[in-house]
């Protein structure tokens, strides 16, 4: 974008701007500074507000019938380039609809026709990146055991994963989280970053789940291979994720582990390390990013921390009376988010198999410390000297309690019963699937360990297996996730709350991407999270519920700010997560190859 030719300006100046960038036939003569002020304006001042500057010069005295066109013409582009703000601010469709009316009284009904907010479609339909396609897991067949699992086809599904997750962050969500400097009140993103550090975690486990030193190298060298193919496939924030989980503290102590590893594999690890370390505020992940073209999926940590270093260095205005803007600041703060956005209209081509999906998503799902697994490090390989004047050894763990009694502390309101198990039963339907070799319809002792080594943070066999008769039935399964989802508060599940609703303009199913048809009642919409979907799809639809969050906006207090989502995806929310920071890695430990990486 070209530089504008003032560093500060008022509101009001700007949106002059803006309305005579238009012609009075609608044509855009330089749409750098109308797109930039129509994202960032929320940063300070809250899109109602810009909606009511709009109407009352659309009725001063000296507006003419040119003047009019303009604004009308302007609001026309806001609606097509950010719909999102009026399918999810009423107040700010409403104002609109105000404007329209006023319009029409007047008699000015061309220019009425130009700013219809009832033809704004379905967001997620509008922001959907991705779909579902049901015949695609029936033709594509693979093993979803780790040990047999191509690197590849795990590339891919991560991608998918984090991606989906990805577009799901607006532009309140990056605004929130600058002005906080944290992922309070800002549960999407936050459910984006844990996600992030999932992956990292889930890799640790991995390796520390097997016995011998041996069996460890060869699970750290397939997840070198897949760091190759996530950097194949220009997926840079997974890729951190799988450098950073392999560079934990409790795997790079591993000596007699890293000795089964091969120089060449090293070499290649010790590359990847330098791609993503911080040394030179991230320079060489910085141009091999800038290099990349088609999909690329940034590290948004790195672009997080770009987002609060322009906030803290430059205020938000040039004068104490905060009546002049600072352009400086948002031009530097909209190339960062512009950069992000684009990122979101460049799908991954990635076909995703829906019972790997299932499978991985239930892996994720970690409930560990860091120091449990540091201490599962120490069980695995013990500190084997005792340096003279050092602080005694920590003495191994005791033994833990049922990974269910563990999630207990984490309880939670109950949500609709017989939703969560349609969608556990999913689930475990692919564990049967997948792993119920014999196909005898219960899980044997030597099945059960193949999940195990999927999935090492499960409980013991005898935990499964109620009965005691030496084999896990589907609906012994069933009970055991259920009570661990119960115990979750259903963080395990994906719980929705569905009415029976009658749709006033399109809308398309979250399921199977189809239009819902009908006049009255056509479909159901979930009263937690807003998600749309035909009846027959109900019962298959594998998206998380995670309730809405209030607003936020600038100048105001979080408990009562007005959202802003000049920044479009989809708005599922994830739910009470620990707060999360962004923790600078010691270049020292780096260069040991030992950093730890959290979002």
């Given at each position: 974008?070209?530089?504008?030719?003032?560093?500060?300006?008022?509101?009001?100046?700007?949106?002059?701007?803006?309305?005579?960038?238009?012609?009075?036939?609608?044509?855009?003569?330089?749409?750098?500074?109308?797109?930039?002020?129509?994202?960032?304006h929320p940063w300070y001042l809250p899109s109602t507000e810009l909606a009511k500057k709009l109407l009352l010069k659309s009725q001063e005295d000296g507006c003419t019938a040119d003047l009019r066109s303009r604004i009308c013409h302007l609001v026309k582009y806001w609606i097509s380039e950010f719909p999102v703000e009026f399918n999810l601010n009423p107040a700010l469709a409403e104002q609109i609809r105000d404007l329209r009316e006023q319009l029409n009284t007047e008699g000015n009904e061309r220019e009425s026709q130009l700013i219809d907010v009832e033809s704004v479609p379905s967001y997620k339909w509008k922001r959907q990146v991705t779909q579902r396609v049901p015949s695609v897991s029936k033709k594509r067949k693979m093993s979803l055991l780790f040990d047999h699992l191509d690197s590849s086809e795990l590339a891919e599904h991560l991608t998918y994963l984090e991606y989906k997750s990805f577009c799901k962050i607006l532009f309140q969500?990056?605004?929130?989280?600058?002005?906080?400097?944290?992922?309070?009140?800002?549960?999407?993103?936050?459910?984006?970053?844990?996600?992030?550090?999932?992956?990292?975690?889930?890799?640790?486990?991995?390796?520390?789940?097997?016995?011998?030193?041996?069996?460890?190298?060869?699970?750290?060298?397939?997840?070198?291979?897949?760091?190759?193919?996530?950097?194949?496939?220009?997926?840079?924030?997974?890729?951190?994720?799988?450098?950073?989980?392999?560079?934990?503290?409790?795997?790079?102590?591993?000596?007699?582990?890293?000795?089964?590893?091969?120089?060449?594999?090293?070499?290649?690890?010790?590359?990847?390390?330098?791609?993503?370390?911080?040394?030179?505020?991230?320079?060489?992940?910085?141009?091999?990013?800038?290099?990349?073209?088609?999909?690329?999926?940034?590290?948004?940590?790195?672009?997080?921390?770009?987002?609060?270093?322009?906030?803290?260095?430059?205020?938000?205005?040039?004068?104490?009376?905060?009546?002049?803007?600072?352009?400086?600041?948002?031009?530097?703060?909209?190339?960062?988010?512009?950069?992000?956005?684009?990122?979101?209209?460049?799908?991954?081509?990635?076909?995703?198999?829906?019972?790997?999906?299932?499978?991985?998503?239930?892996?994720?799902?970690?409930?560990?410390?860091?120091?449990?697994?540091?201490?599962?490090?120490?069980?695995?390989?013990?500190?084997?000297?005792?340096?003279?004047?050092?602080?005694?050894?920590?003495?191994?763990?005791?033994?833990?309690?049922?990974?269910?009694?563990?999630?207990?502390?984490?309880?939670?309101?109950?949500?609709?019963?017989?939703?969560?198990?349609?969608?556990?039963?999913?689930?475990?339907?692919?564990?049967?699937?997948?792993?119920?070799?014999?196909?005898?319809?219960?899980?044997?002792?030597?099945?059960?360990?193949?999940?195990?080594?999927?999935?090492?943070?499960?409980?013991?066999?005898?935990?499964?297996?109620?009965?005691?008769?030496?084999?896990?039935?589907?609906?012994?399964?069933?009970?055991?996730?259920?009570?661990?989802?119960?115990?979750?508060?259903?963080?395990?599940?994906?719980?929705?709350?569905?009415?029976?609703?009658?749709?006033?303009?399109?809308?398309?199913?979250?399921?199977?991407?189809?239009?819902?048809?009908?006049?009255?009642?056509?479909?159901?919409?979930?009263?937690?999270?807003?998600?749309?979907?035909?009846?027959?799809?109900?019962?298959?639809?594998?998206?998380?519920?995670?309730?809405?969050?209030?607003?936020?906006?600038?100048?105001?207090?979080?408990?009562?700010?007005?959202?802003?989502?000049?920044?479009?995806?989809?708005?599922?929310?994830?739910?009470?997560?620990?707060?999360?920071?962004?923790?600078?890695?010691?270049?020292?430990?780096?260069?040991?190859?030992?950093?730890?990486?959290?979002?």
């Open positions: 974008m070209d530089s504008l030719p003032m560093e500060s300006a008022t509101v009001d100046a700007l949106v002059d701007a803006c309305i005579q960038a238009f012609d009075v036939t609608g044509k855009l003569q330089d749409s750098s500074l109308v797109r930039m002020f129509l994202m960032m969500d990056y605004h929130s989280f600058v002005r906080h400097g944290c992922t309070v009140d800002n549960p999407i993103l936050e459910r984006f970053i844990t996600l992030f550090n999932s992956v990292s975690q889930w890799i640790q486990l991995m390796v520390l789940s097997k016995p011998t030193a041996q069996q460890r190298a060869a699970v750290i060298t397939h997840f070198i291979r897949l760091a190759q193919k996530l950097l194949q496939l220009q997926n840079f924030n997974t890729l951190m994720a799988v450098v950073g989980g392999l560079s934990n503290s409790s795997i790079s102590r591993l000596k007699d582990t890293q000795a089964h590893i091969s120089n060449d594999t090293n070499k290649i690890f010790n590359s990847l390390i330098e791609l993503v370390t911080s040394c030179g505020n991230y320079s060489q992940y910085r141009r091999r990013f800038a290099d990349c073209s088609g999909f690329k999926f940034p590290i948004l940590g790195v672009h997080l921390k770009d987002l609060i270093a322009v906030h803290v260095a430059l205020p938000d205005w040039t004068d104490p009376e905060k009546t002049r803007v600072n352009l400086t600041k948002t031009q530097q703060l909209y190339a960062i988010l512009q950069e992000l956005a684009l990122v979101q209209t460049t799908p991954p081509n990635v076909e995703a198999n829906t019972d790997l999906l299932n499978l991985l998503t239930v892996s994720l799902d970690q409930y560990h410390t860091e120091d449990e697994i540091y201490q599962l490090s120490l069980q695995r390989e013990p500190r084997s000297t005792k340096p003279a004047n050092s602080s005694p050894t920590p003495s191994p763990a005791p033994k833990r309690p049922s990974m269910i009694d563990e999630w207990a502390a984490s309880v939670k309101p109950k949500a609709d019963p017989a939703i969560i198990t349609k969608h556990i039963e999913k689930m475990v339907d692919s564990v049967f699937k997948n792993f119920d070799t014999d196909g005898d319809g219960h899980i044997s002792r030597e099945e059960f360990e193949s999940i195990r080594n999927n999935f090492p943070y499960l409980s013991k066999f005898g935990e499964l297996d109620t009965n005691q008769d030496g084999k896990i039935s589907r609906e012994e399964m069933i009970d055991y996730f259920m009570k661990a989802s119960s115990l979750l508060n259903c963080k395990m599940g994906f719980i929705h709350t569905f009415t029976e609703t009658t749709y006033v303009k399109p809308t398309f199913c979250e399921h199977c991407t189809g239009f819902i048809w009908g006049f009255y009642k056509q479909g159901y919409k979930c009263k937690v999270c807003g998600v749309n979907c035909h009846k027959a799809c109900r019962s298959r639809l594998a998206v998380e519920c995670r309730k809405r969050t209030k607003s936020i906006s600038h100048e105001t207090p979080p408990a009562l700010q007005a959202r802003s989502y000049s920044f479009p995806p989809p708005s599922n929310t994830p739910v009470n997560l620990q707060n999360t920071v962004i923790a600078e890695e010691d270049p020292e430990a780096a260069g040991e190859g030992g950093f730890d990486v959290h979002l």
